[in-house]
């Protein structure tokens, strides 16, 4: 009942529309159960009349049965261009919630969720609760109307016959009930085999550069075909499932005409049942078998749009772990004071990642963060813009606790580069510009020659029109990386994090952007996370982070007397670039 309700309310915003349309499809019932109700009529009174008297009926029936039809049409219409429409409108807002819903989610759900199954739940699930939105309360308003008036109709001509077709459609009801809930599990199998087969391309395709470089292609097509055959194999068993309850369907409907045509004979021997009545009959079984049949075909959509709105309330119901607090307030531009007070941090009240971090970066200084991969460098980081929350201890700005600063204003402050890229398909001006996107061309062009990018952009046909393709396809990690530096001058944030920004950089491109990282964090408190540790031997302080804490902190030339972890990876990657 809960998902029903939230299922409605969807339907609010259009509810005149959609009263509209069941007024449509009751008109659509209504001449679908005269005809057989004007046969009833003339057999036993237009055709006892004189032969004017049967001529003059017969064509006032017909301009009526006309003037019927006509306006069934422009319903039949109505139903089908604007029932849709509404349906359309709903999915609109369904994917227009889910996506802010999905941009609303912390690192941490993205830490454990496939992009593939998650365009898979914004697209081809929306879809099917669309076509659930608008045919499901048509079909089954419209089944209701046509099988109630076909039975009350009935009723009239003989009571006996409609009770023992009643008596066939109660049996048919429970056998579609029973039916209905085996299919249910099977679309619901269904729903998470073709996610699989989203991921699963989706994934191959992302990586199809790695693929071919290790000519692994037989590997991601055995790897597709696994997914793509249980999808077959889902999909086929709901295909069983179906084909049961349609040709079981099938053998109540069998059974009705039997029924008719033996109870019927029996009833005109009785002399309680004329010949007419019978045929008249007849065609009301016609009627609302048709119904039937709508409801045996809508069973699938049903299941389709009923598994596909509990994934997307499954989602839409996700805690979301990082929001603003009642009390949350604007920072406005902040000076980029920054204290760690005693944090600790762990993934799902398991794994330890940070323990009683302790540390404070005055405003316009500098702190680089050195160590093993996996002490907890970057996570330090990713905490000060809350990508994830504390779990002890408290991350202060200006000494003011972030938790109590608004998300927007808090991110504001904070600018990121770091040594994964991300490029928008788009042109070079409109990536730079996502660090500001109402910045002018004057100010475009500033920052990019602030980044040292301006040059090689003047060097393209189109120049900052330039496409950059999927990920910045047809750019260099220098490239990418300068104009991800350009983001960050045209944002012009007092707070800066470079995570390893030039680690993974040729020697020329590493001299390009260290020139532009010194400028970007001239008089910005900056936190850097090292791997060369030539870059960062003029920061005001190190912090050595392993086994989840600080182990040693000072200037570079005291870390070098302490002759500690720090020194020893100084020397090795000293006598690295000597033996070079």
Not at 290 to 309: A, H, R, S, W
Request: aromatic share 12%; glycine share 6%; with cysteine.
């Amino acid at each position: 009942m809960d998902i029903f309700k939230r299922f409605i309310e969807f339907y609010k915003p259009h509810k005149r529309l959609f009263f509209f349309d069941l007024i449509c499809a009751t008109w659509v019932a209504a001449v679908d159960l005269s005809f057989p109700q004007l046969l009833y009529y003339s057999t036993h009174v237009l055709f006892v009349q004189g032969e004017k008297d049967i001529f003059r009926s017969c064509m006032l029936i017909a301009c009526i049965m006309i003037v019927m039809y006509i306006i069934r049409y422009y319903c039949q219409h109505y139903i089908t261009t604007w029932g849709h429409i509404m349906g359309a409108r709903m999915e609109s807002e369904m994917r227009r919630r889910l996506f802010e819903k999905y941009q609303e989610l912390s690192f941490a759900y993205y830490d454990k969720n496939n992009t593939g199954i998650m365009m898979s739940k914004l697209v081809s699930d929306l879809f099917d609760i669309s076509e659930l939105a608008h045919h499901g309360p048509e079909n089954i308003f419209l089944a209701v109307l046509e099988i109630t008036g076909a039975f009350i109709l009935m009723g009239m001509i003989n009571i006996h016959l409609t009770m023992i077709l009643f008596f066939i459609m109660c049996m048919m009801l429970f056998f579609g009930i029973s039916q209905n809930r085996k299919m249910k599990a099977v679309f619901l199998d269904n729903r998470r085999k073709i996610a699989d087969v989203n991921s699963s391309l989706q994934d191959s395709l992302a990586g199809i550069r790695v693929v071919k470089s290790f000519g692994n292609e037989k590997l991601e097509h055995a790897k597709f075909s696994r997914s793509n055959d249980e999808f077959l194999h889902s999909k086929t068993e709901s295909y069983l499932a179906m084909g049961r309850f349609v040709a079981g369907g099938g053998i109540f409907v069998g059974l009705s005409y039997m029924a008719v045509l033996s109870a019927g004979g029996y009833f005109i021997a009785q002399r309680t049942l004329q010949p007419t009545d019978l045929a008249v009959f007849a065609l009301y079984i016609g009627i609302f078998l048709n119904p039937i049949n709508m409801l045996v075909n809508f069973t699938e959509q049903f299941q389709k749009g009923y598994t596909g709105f509990c994934r997307f309330v499954e989602i839409m119901d996700t805690d979301v772990s990082i929001k603003n607090s009642e009390n949350a307030q604007d920072i406005g531009t902040a000076k980029g004071d920054i204290s760690y007070n005693h944090v600790s941090f762990h993934y799902e009240k398991t794994q330890q990642v940070l323990e009683n971090i302790d540390f404070h970066v005055k405003a316009g200084k500098t702190v680089a963060l050195v160590g093993p991969s996996g002490g907890g460098k970057t996570t330090i980081c990713s905490l000060l813009p809350r990508f994830y929350d504390v779990t002890e201890g408290s991350i202060c700005i200006d000494g003011k606790d972030i938790r109590e600063i608004t998300l927007e204003s808090l991110r504001r402050n904070i600018g990121i580069v770091q040594q994964d890229v991300y490029m928008f398909n788009g042109t070079i001006k409109s990536n730079i510009a996502y660090g500001a996107p109402d910045a002018s061309d004057e100010e475009i062009t500033a920052a990019a020659k602030q980044a040292n990018i301006h040059d090689f952009i003047m060097t393209l046909p189109d120049r900052y029109d330039s496409l950059v393709g999927e990920r910045g396809t047809r750019l260099s990690g220098g490239q990418k990386q300068r104009i991800s530096i350009a983001r960050v001058f045209l944002k012009n944030p007092n707070i800066l994090i470079l995570d390893e920004a030039t680690s993974a950089l040729d020697n020329e491109s590493e001299r390009y952007i260290k020139e532009s990282l010194e400028l970007l964090s001239k008089n910005r408190t900056t936190l850097v996370v090292a791997h060369r540790l030539s870059t960062i031997q003029n920061a005001d302080e190190i912090l050595v982070i392993r086994h989840h804490g600080i182990i040693e902190r000072g200037s570079h030339d005291e870390l070098i007397k302490m002759n500690g972890l720090y020194a020893r990876y100084y020397r090795m990657q000293f006598y690295k670039q000597a033996e070079k």
